[in-house]
């Protein structure tokens, strides 16, 4: 079984660019989430999917940044316009519903310069 | 404000000798606690976990320690080795919450 998949593995931007991070979940699970590690400190919750409705979405910074998960399959993180706090490695997790575990991407380094 | 707190961010122990970790939360309200590792360049991956209905968990060399009165998660590994090094993240959550609250990490060095 094919784990989470996050594309791209790093992006540097300027501040002011957009930029598109996207997931693919491992195939089966429902439950789609973002999170982000700024340097040096713990990862944080941006948001939960199920399939592709928005669940809790109760972590997401500002309104630069918007997730999407169409057809409930891939989601993608949009950073628009970026700022130099946008900064950090954004990870992708998934699991099926009722699955405790939460199953890791291995993340998309984003420095905004 | 932290609501999980490893306040050790390193550790070093030599190889064959136990390694411990540990995690205090502030919420009463959390009932299940995972245990993350992620090496450089990769993204966490799950070691053990234990719902609140228990104070231990085993999983080989790996053993989770609950201390609800406390509020205190411990990660003992036993006998360490070099393939552990990697920094470990205390996860936790709430009911049917499913988002998981991390710490800050603790970054361990098992010497051969």
């Known amino acids: 079984e094919a784990g989470v998949t996050q594309f791209p593995s790093h992006s540097v931007i300027e501040k002011g660019q957009t930029v598109t991070l996207r997931c693919d979940p491992i195939?089966?699970?429902?439950?789609l989430y973002w999170y982000r590690r700024v340097m040096g400190k713990e990862i944080k919750f941006l948001l939960h999917?199920?399939?592709?409705?928005?669940?809790?979405e109760s972590g997401m910074p500002n309104n630069r940044f918007l997730a999407e998960r169409t057809g409930g399959t891939y989601s993608t993180l949009k950073v628009q316009p970026a700022e130099l706090e946008d900064s950090g490695v954004y990870f992708c997790?998934?699991?099926?519903?009722?699955?405790?575990?939460?199953?890791f991407g291995p993340g998309t380094r984003l420095l905004v310069l | 404000d932290q609501q999980v707190k490893q306040n050790s961010p390193s550790l070093s122990v030599q190889e064959g000798r136990i390694s411990i970790l540990n995690c205090d939360y502030t919420n009463s309200m959390f009932d299940y606690f995972l245990w993350y590792k992620k090496y450089p360049a990769e993204g966490p991956t799950f070691l053990i976990s234990?719902?609140?209905?228990?104070d231990k968990n085993e999983d080989g060399r790996f053993t989770v320690f609950l201390n609800k009165s406390a509020k205190h998660l411990s990660l003992h590994i036993v006998p360490s080795q070099p393939g552990d090094s990697a920094v470990y993240f205390c996860?936790?959550?709430?009911?049917?919450?499913?988002?998981?609250?991390f710490g800050k990490g603790t970054l361990l060095t098992v010497n051969p």
């Open positions: 997790a998934s699991n099926r519903r009722g699955q405790e575990t939460q199953y």
């Open positions: 234990i719902s609140s209905i228990k």
């Open positions: 996860a936790t959550r709430e009911g049917s919450n499913y988002k998981l609250t």
């Open positions: 999917f199920v399939k592709e409705s928005k669940q809790d």
């Open positions: 195939s089966g699970h429902d439950n």
